[in-house]
Nanobody, 116 residues
Framework: QVQLVESGGGLVQAGGSLTLSCAAS????????MGWYRQALGRQREFVAR??????NYADSVKGRFTISRDNGVNTVYLQMNSLEPEDTAVYYC???????????WGQGTQVTVSS
């Protein structure tokens, strides 16, 4: 089992920045990669960013504005979000894929609200 706890969400004005953190615990040695997803009100959960080893991957909507990074020493993944837009408003979920089956683990989510 892997447990994920997000932090760092909040309210920010358009153009501002926030950094989300996701701390993993439990069988972290089994984690293959980690990422972030988001779900806006009334919409489906969507991919934001993922990092496998040192290789990041981003959704087109956040490329150039968001940066994902991972500190394996403290089993934490970060999402630095710059130039935030009202369209970025959503609950952000941390995700980890672990084991031979790439089993999905999810955090509880953290709210990010961007005001115009």
């Amino acid at each position: 089992q892997v447990q994920l706890v997000e932090s760092g969400g909040g309210l920010v004005q358009a153009g501002g920045s926030l950094t989300l953190s996701c701390a993993a615990s439990g069988r972290t040695f089994n984690i293959n990669d980690m990422g972030w997803y988001r779900q806006a009100l009334g919409r489906q959960r969507e991919f934001v960013a993922r990092i496998a080893g040192t290789t990041p991957n981003y959704a087109d909507s956040v490329k150039g504005r968001f940066t994902i990074s991972r500190d394996n020493g403290v089993n934490t993944v970060y999402l630095q979000m710059n130039s935030l837009e009202p369209e970025d408003t959503a609950v952000y979920y941390c995700n980890a894929r672990a084991g031979y089956s790439n089993w999905d683990y999810w955090g509880q989510g953290t709210q990010v609200t961007v005001s115009s």
